[in-house]
Every structure is written in C-alpha cells, then in structure tokens.
C-alpha cells in the first residue's frame, strides 16, 4: 500500500492534510487529516459526499481525538472502479486506509450508507476497532434482523422532489449554503461545495461535478 502525501489544504477556512493511499489495483483513496491528539477516529460520509463533508465537524473532535476522513472509492477525488462495490469491498477499502496509516484499533464513525462500511468492519474484524459509531446510519443495509422493513421499501418512499437552486442561490458559496441550509435542513461546509460543484473565478456556482 502507498501513501502520497499533497499538501496542506490551507485556501479553505478548515486546514487538513490531503493523501492518498492506493487500495486496490489502479484505485487510490483521498484521505483528510485534521490533526488533534490522542487516539484516532476516522469519518466515514455519507452516499453522494465526500470526507470534506466533515470539515467543521471534524475540529470539535480534535481535542481528544486524531481526526481522519476517508472519501470512499468512486466518489471526489478518490479513484474510480466500475466493479466491486460491495460493503465487503468498501469495508477492507477502510481496512487497507487503517493499514497504510498504522492506526491502531480506531473508533469508525460513519454516516448514512457507511453503516455498511460500518458493520462490515465490525462483523468481520471487531479486534481492529475500538468503536463503531452510526450517525443515522443504522438502514437495513447496515444489518437487518428480519424484523424491519426492507431496503426496497425505503427505496419505495418518495420523499418532495427538491427545488433547484435559483440565480441568487449560486451567486456564491455562502448564498448556496443557504440555499442547502434552507432546503435540507443542514450546512454544507465549503469544502464540500467545492467537491460537488464548479464554481468561476468570480465564485459563482455554475454547474454540479457529474
């Protein structure tokens, strides 16, 4: 496994280390390192997000943690594969980050679809981890005891269609934060922004990333 190391992502408001370590054939993993002391935690985003998604949660945690983020395979800037997208293949994807960064016995902590990261790790190799923290990750595709409803009845739901965003919504970062903060009830850190959209020289947004 190799690790490159980039640089310090200092542009943005929240600085990180950005690397990337190679865990499978012509597939490497960006790996963000916020820095703290003590023992490690590694954030796991949700489907559709990358590790920036974190960016302003991961710094209330560096007072008693080492905080790292992984953006999973086929999504930001980590590399893409069109087969092996199985939680078992994501899961030893995290497996091969915690090898190549030497972390000892990590707390996991993951959101949405990374319960299947989640309880893929914790099912097959609980000596690795020292936690398993599901942040409204706990869907059927996490585990299912049989007794609750199935992955394909949630996929049944159809929830609003959300609106798009208007002019003044792109007119900058912060307006677009708005517009999410308004629309899905949550703040997108910039970073993450600059993950799923392009945005010109004068900073507007003018498209999503495909």
Do not use: C, M
């Amino acid at each position: 496994t190799e690790i490159y190391t980039l640089s310090l992502h200092d542009a943005l408001p929240i600085s990180h280390i950005v690397r990337f370590v190679s865990v499978d054939k012509n597939v490497r993993l960006e790996i963000l390192d916020w820095g703290g002391s003590g023992s490690p935690i590694v954030l796991l985003a949700g489907g559709g997000d990358t590790a920036h998604v974190f960016d302003e949660f991961a710094t209330k945690l560096t007072d008693g943690h080492h905080v790292y983020g992984i953006t999973r395979r086929g999504f930001g800037a980590s590399g893409y594969s069109a087969t092996e997208y199985g939680s078992d293949r994501l899961g030893d994807d995290v497996l091969a980050v915690l090898d190549a960064l030497h972390l000892n016995k990590p707390a996991l902590a993951g959101h949405s679809i990374a319960g299947e990261e989640l309880s893929s790790i914790g099912s097959r190799y609980p000596d690795r981890i020292a936690a398993l923290i599901y942040l409204d990750a706990a869907y059927p595709y996490a585990f299912d005891n049989g007794k609750g409803p199935s992955f394909q009845d949630y996929q049944a739901l159809q929830p609003p269609e959300r609106p798009s965003p208007s002019p003044a919504d792109l007119a900058s970062v912060s307006a677009l934060q708005k517009f999410f903060e308004r629309v899905d009830g949550l703040r997108y850190p910039e970073g993450e922004l600059h993950q799923q959209w392009e945005f010109g020289p004068n900073g507007r947004a003018l498209k999503q990333r495909e």
